[in-house]
């Protein structure tokens, strides 16, 4: 069985200082992918980053980056130079080879940024 | 280029009332997904479609919980004989079905609310 841990269930942070929000993972496939996705209080989940179990380097798009660690299985998300927007839920997903269609998200965490 | 849409995004229904939501995912996205979610948890998957051939369904689906995809394009989830625990966020995803990763992007949601 695939699991998703997020242990933070809430963050705060203060404007333009970096953040990282945790993610472990559980898995006995050898091949699957994990994703970060932003849910802002409007509902709609926006996608941010993956990263490829097979992948050597970390991913990064933009002010994201994924901080993974495969031995640990963690996949923590980092968030430079925080804005107000960036307040709301992430959560964190794994999609398995024997899994495939079918995303595993944790229970998320609330990020609430400070100006 | 829209996004996958929603509708309706709110519905609120008496208990033992059916109710259709429908979901239009990105334009030439081959596959089509349900989640649903829960008040302060991740979504959870509830079925997915490849074009219009339903590839898995969730335990989570019961005899109650219908979905299609008639014409590989629009979906529909319908829920027979509502019940209060049917109360969450209803979220449609969609994804090209090729490459990887295969993101998936997801709608606005329906907000389902049983009386």
């Known amino acids: 069985a695939q699991k998703i841990t997020q242990t933070q269930p809430g963050m705060f942070v203060q404007e333009k200082e970096a953040v990282t929000l945790d993610c472990t993972y559980d898995t006995s496939d050898q091949s699957y992918g994990l994703f970060w996705y932003k849910q802002p209080s409007s509902g709609e989940m926006i996608f941010l980053i993956y990263q490829g179990s097979y992948d050597e380097q970390n991913a990064t798009e933009g002010r994201y980056s994924l901080n993974f660690q495969k031995a640990r299985k963690s996949a923590n998300l980092v968030i430079s130079a925080s804005q107000l927007g960036d307040s709301a839920m992430y959560f964190c997903?794994?999609?398995?080879?024997?899994?495939?269609?079918?995303?595993?998200f944790g229970q998320g965490t609330t990020l609430q940024v400070k100006p | 280029d829209t996004g996958v849409s929603q509708n309706p995004r709110h519905k609120i229904t008496k208990r033992g009332q059916n109710v259709t939501f429908r979901c239009d995912p990105i334009?030439?996205?081959?596959?089509l997904y349900w989640y649903r979610q829960t008040l302060g948890q991740g979504p959870e998957f509830l079925t997915y479609f490849q074009n219009e051939a339903q590839l898995e369904k969730s335990r989570l689906l019961s005899d109650r919980f219908s979905a299609e995809r008639p014409k590989g394009s629009f979906s529909t989830l319908e829920i027979q004989r509502t019940e209060q625990g049917d109360s969450a966020m209803y979220l449609c995803a969609s994804s090209l079905g090729l490459g990887s990763p295969d993101t998936q992007y997801f709608g606005p949601g329906t907000r389902l609310t049983v009386l």
């Open positions: 997903a794994m999609m398995g080879s024997s899994n495939t269609g079918k995303l595993i």
């Open positions: 334009s030439e996205h081959n596959r």
